[in-house]
């Protein structure tokens, strides 16, 4: 079993949260190797944090452990999970922050369409397994209400780090919380329409098409009422705007050396439509 762990959570950089997820961690598994994902994620953005995760975990060993924390239901009846696919495991608490991982990995098109949340049950596809974290013995006493992070998934994530089966640690399920990710349609016209589904740390513009939906590169792309022709291969091709296919194969709005978020005044979930160059 790896002993790679990677966090990725809402809690900033400015409190004690990180620090004591980690020695959680280290309390069980003295050796695990603790990577950070981010910790930037806007607080309660879960859509945020599973679109973050799903484009960072794929570059780990084989097997990692991930554990992913936006929870604004923390001490409520929501379920902590282990999602177990043929690459990696997953801890989480079961509201929909593992939506993009599966819905990759599903066959299931129930879980994607145009919609967004709130997340329902759907059921797990081939080649996926999950259990429900339930067995106090696995848990840091006694366990906070407000701190499921410290107390709960991180002493979970070790636990499996040692090579604990996952199915010691609670039922088998069959479904998790999913929420319908969105995906880019072709209108009647034939033009493609898009959203931005992510704004990084840059500004850039991140949308859900992704380069097997552009068939060619000499097209239009039109957002909060600008247009920029032709995709480019890097940032700094032009001094304008730009449309990039990025690192992780996503259609991209950038601007050189400025934020593009702020250039445009666009936000997430704003419209993108690709149109071809006449």
């Not at 299931?108 to 080649?127: E, V």
């Not at 995906?183 to 380069?211: A, C, E, K, M, W």
């Not at 600008?226 to 950038?254: C, F, H, P, T, W």
Request: glycine fraction near 8%.
């Amino acid at each position: 079993m790896s002993s790679v762990i990677t966090l990725t959570t809402d809690f900033g950089l400015t409190d004690a949260y990180v620090g004591a997820t980690k020695g959680a961690i280290l309390s069980v598994n003295p050796d695990a190797v603790i990577v950070d994902i981010t910790h930037s994620i806007e607080p309660q953005n879960i859509v945020q944090g599973a679109f973050v995760l799903n484009n960072a975990y794929r570059y780990f060993p084989k097997h990692s452990i991930h554990i992913a924390v936006v929870d604004p239901g923390v001490g409520s009846k929501r379920c902590g999970v282990i999602l177990k696919t043929s690459s990696a495991l997953f801890v989480a608490p079961d509201n929909g922050i593992l939506s993009w991982v599966i819905n990759e990995l599903s066959l299931n098109d129930d879980c994607s369409n145009q919609g967004s949340l709130p997340s329902a049950k759907l059921l797990l596809g081939d080649g996926l397994e999950a259990v429900a974290v339930t067995d106090p013995r696995f848990w840091r006493q006694p366990v906070s209400a407000t701190f499921h992070a410290r107390d709960i998934f991180a002493p979970v994530a070790a636990g499996l780090s040692l090579g604990i089966s996952i199915y010691e640690f609670g039922e088998k399920l069959n479904s998790l919380h999913v929420f319908p990710v969105q995906r880019p349609f072709v209108g009647q016209d034939g033009s493609l329409s898009g959203h931005v589904i992510h704004v990084d740390h840059f500004g850039n513009l991140i949308t859900d098409i992704r380069s097997t939906d552009l068939s060619r590169r000499n097209v239009v792309i039109e957002i909060a009422g600008y247009q920029i022709r032709g995709l480019m291969r890097y940032y700094k091709e032009s001094d304008g705007l730009v449309a990039v296919l990025g690192s992780n194969g996503y259609l991209e709005i950038s601007i050189p050396k400025r934020n593009a978020c702020i250039y445009l005044g666009a936000k997430v979930g704003d419209k993108v439509t690709v149109v071809a160059e006449q």
